[in-house]
């Protein structure tokens, strides 16, 4: 398939790659040079705006940071909805508001275009090795024509609901993973405070009732695992600033709804507050640094 992608960072550019790898024929744009460059060393064509990745393909896809740039990308005068052909298919897997993934949605389908949400799960792990989990919002027909493309992406699709569903369902996830491991890291260091050494007593709570995502496969104290961003200064992963986003779109629902949400609500300022101290550009394990002394 002829397909666009725009936003080659953590996520888009490993995703983009495996479509490369899958035979698919990519177009690609990011902000960042550096980021274009590894997909075109991949066989991907650089073009140089993103009107330019969005016409002539029959799948556009987009992965940027948030809201505010997906709506940018897509809405106004100059927005890519002007000009993208009815034809296309156009898939958003950034993390974003449900209202904001919603609006998009409307104006594409006033314009004769289909649209999807898409965030997904998984980390950059699962991006490069193209497990991720995709978390569809949108109508039937649209997952089913985006099916093939996002398998060569991901080994799990969910269909959450219609337009902005998904993004309700990965805001939901991802409020549960801050809570996760800001609990593991709290864990762990109370562990260490008592003569234990962080390994070993990672080692007992992944076979204990204790046992979760964050302590088995992302570890967050330092040398426990290979791989990982903690064993690699805090570089690349998922930022601590998406995750205080994403915190802070849970805090949005939650409002909207008046449900109560006391972790997650602890969650944001623990990762608000690390932020503020400087780490926000550090993998979002590193808020074992706001209980340790690393
Ligand atoms: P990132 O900051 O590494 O990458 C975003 C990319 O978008 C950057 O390369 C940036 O230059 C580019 N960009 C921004 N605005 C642009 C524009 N107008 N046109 C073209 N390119 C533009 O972020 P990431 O870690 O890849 O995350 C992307 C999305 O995926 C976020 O919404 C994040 O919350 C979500 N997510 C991330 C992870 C993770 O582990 N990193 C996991 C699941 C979901």
């Not at 792990?125 to 985006?146: P, Q, S, W, Y």
């Not at 390994?199 to 007992?204: A, C, F, T, W, Y």
């Not at 623990?270 to 690393?294: R, V, W």
Request: one cysteine or more; glycine letters at 12%; hydrophobic letters at 45%.
């Amino acid at each position: 398939m002829k397909i666009g992608f725009i936003g080659l960072g953590h996520m888009g550019g490993p995703m983009a790659k495996n479509l490369v790898a899958a035979g698919h024929e990519l177009k690609v744009f990011d902000l960042v040079p550096s980021a274009v460059q590894s997909l075109v060393e991949a066989g991907a064509s650089a073009v140089s705006t993103a009107s330019d990745a969005a016409v002539d393909v029959e799948v556009l896809i987009s992965m940027l940071p948030a809201s505010q740039h997906v709506e940018g990308l897509y809405l106004g005068e100059s927005g890519l909805l002007g000009s993208i052909n009815q034809q296309t298919l156009v898939i958003d897997s950034s993390t974003i508001a449900p209202e904001s993934a919603r609006k998009v949605a409307t104006a594409a389908i006033e314009k004769g275009i289909t649209m999807i949400d898409a965030p997904v799960s998984g980390g950059t792990a699962g991006a490069a090795a193209g497990t991720l989990t995709f978390i569809v919002g949108g109508d039937n027909k649209a997952l089913e024509r985006a099916r093939p493309v996002l398998e060569n992406m991901g080994k799990n699709i969910f269909h959450a609901g219609d337009s902005g569903a998904g993004q309700v369902a990965k805001i939901c996830n991802n409020m549960m993973l801050a809570v996760l491991m800001a609990g593991s890291a709290e864990a762990i260091q109370l562990g260490v405070a008592n003569g234990l050494d962080a390994k070993v007593l990672s080692d007992i709570m992944q076979k204990s009732s204790g046992r979760n995502w964050a302590l088995e496969l992302y570890n967050p104290y330092p040398g426990v695992m290979e791989s990982v961003p903690a064993s690699n200064d805090y570089q690349g992963g998922f930022g601590v600033d998406l995750m205080a986003k994403d915190l802070g779109l849970a805090m949005e629902a939650a409002l909207q709804t008046r449900s109560s949400t006391p972790m997650g609500t602890l969650a944001r300022s623990l990762y608000a507050m690390h932020s503020a101290k400087g780490n926000g550009s550090l993998d979002f394990s590193s808020i074992q640094k706001l209980f340790s002394d690393l």
